[in-house]
């Protein structure tokens, strides 16, 4: 088992910036390919980011790209997700997610076995 717990979701004035962190426990956190997520009211839930679990892989959705990046701690057992030049539509619950190491996809919801609660990001225009 893997908990996540996510934090530092706010609100934010356009072309702001904000941190958001991703605590993870369990005993092989550290061994799954992590992502972030986003869901807008009355959307379905989207990819944002993914970091493979050596970190030395990262995948971005175009729409976030320039803008937002992924890092892992692996001896904290946290992974980040810095989002810059915050627009309006950035506006969403974040979540985090594990996905085993020999997931088939990093993009896709499916593939993932544990999510956080989320946290909720809103930026004004």
């Known amino acids: 088992q893997v908990q996540l717990v996510e934090s530092g979701g706010g609100l934010v004035q356009a072309g702001g910036s904000l941190r958001l962190s991703c605590a993870a426990s369990g005993r092989t956190s550290n061994n799954y390919n992590m992502g972030w997520f986003r869901q807008a009211p009355g959307k379905e839930r989207e990819f944002v980011l993914a970091i493979t679990w050596s970190g030395g892989n990262t995948v971005y959705a175009d729409s976030v790209k320039g803008r937002f990046t992924i890092s892992r701690d692996n001896a904290k057992n946290t992974v980040y997700l810095q989002m810059n030049a915050l627009k309006p539509e950035d506006t969403a619950v974040y979540y985090c997610?594990?996905?085993?190491?020999?997931?088939?996809?990093?993009?896709?919801?499916?593939?993932?076995?544990?999510w956080g609660q989320g946290t909720q990001v809103t930026v004004s225009s």
């Open positions: 997610a594990a996905a085993p190491r020999g997931s088939f996809s990093l993009t896709v919801p499916h593939y993932y076995d544990y």
